[in-house]
């Protein structure tokens, strides 16, 4: 019998490559564009193609889970405050992708800092959402009594 709120195989894999694509394709654009390490390497077109790709399989996702997965988790009680900073995060970074795009330019130095600045704090806490399902070692196993 399934867990409620387990993700079956193909939609763990589904976020996993998303979601962990979209952050890592975004961080090596912000370290080639933002802070110019290996700015040609990775300040480049391609870079960026792969990070709106990214961005589309991580919505697409983000769309698969929002019916069980979530409802499932805030029921449950356990890691809501992960989980709901992760949704929050990606409305943020929904916005401001779409801004990017579409937005006035005069808006564009503040929307880009707001994007990576809160994209890097998704990928923290997606990673530590992921961490605490496999969990930490038993520390109380190894205290001594």
């Given at each position: 019998?399934?867990?409620?709120?387990?993700?079956?195989?193909?939609?763990?894999?589904?976020?996993?490559?998303?979601?962990?694509?979209?952050?890592?394709?975004?961080?090596?654009?912000?370290?080639?564009?933002?802070?110019?390490?290996?700015?040609?390497?990775?300040?480049?077109?391609?870079?960026?193609?792969?990070?709106?790709?990214?961005?589309?399989?991580?919505?697409?996702?983000?769309?698969?889970?929002?019916?069980?997965?979530?409802?499932?988790?805030?029921?449950?009680?356990?890691?809501?405050?992960?989980?709901?900073?992760?949704?929050?995060?990606?409305?943020?970074?929904?916005?401001?992708g779409g801004l990017l795009y579409?937005?006035?330019?005069?808006?564009?130095?503040?929307?880009?800092?707001?994007?990576?600045?809160?994209?890097?704090?998704?990928?923290?806490?997606?990673?530590?959402?992921?961490?605490?399902?496999?969990?930490?070692?038993?520390?109380?196993?190894?205290?001594?009594?």
């Amino acid at each position: 019998m399934r867990r409620l709120g387990k993700m079956p195989s193909w939609q763990k894999s589904l976020v996993m490559v998303g979601m962990l694509s979209c952050s890592l394709t975004g961080s090596l654009y912000l370290l080639g564009h933002e802070w110019q390490i290996e700015r040609v390497l990775f300040a480049n077109h391609t870079v960026l193609v792969s990070h709106g790709l990214s961005a589309m399989l991580a919505t697409l996702a983000l769309g698969s889970i929002l019916p069980f997965h979530i409802k499932a988790g805030y029921q449950s009680g356990r890691k809501g405050l992960s989980g709901f900073s992760q949704l929050f995060f990606m409305l943020i970074l929904l916005i401001t992708g779409g801004l990017l795009y579409y937005g006035p330019a005069e808006t564009r130095d503040l929307v880009i800092y707001v994007h990576w600045v809160v994209g890097l704090g998704f990928f923290a806490t997606f990673l530590c959402h992921v961490v605490i399902k496999w969990g930490l070692p038993n520390l109380q196993k190894s205290t001594v009594k």
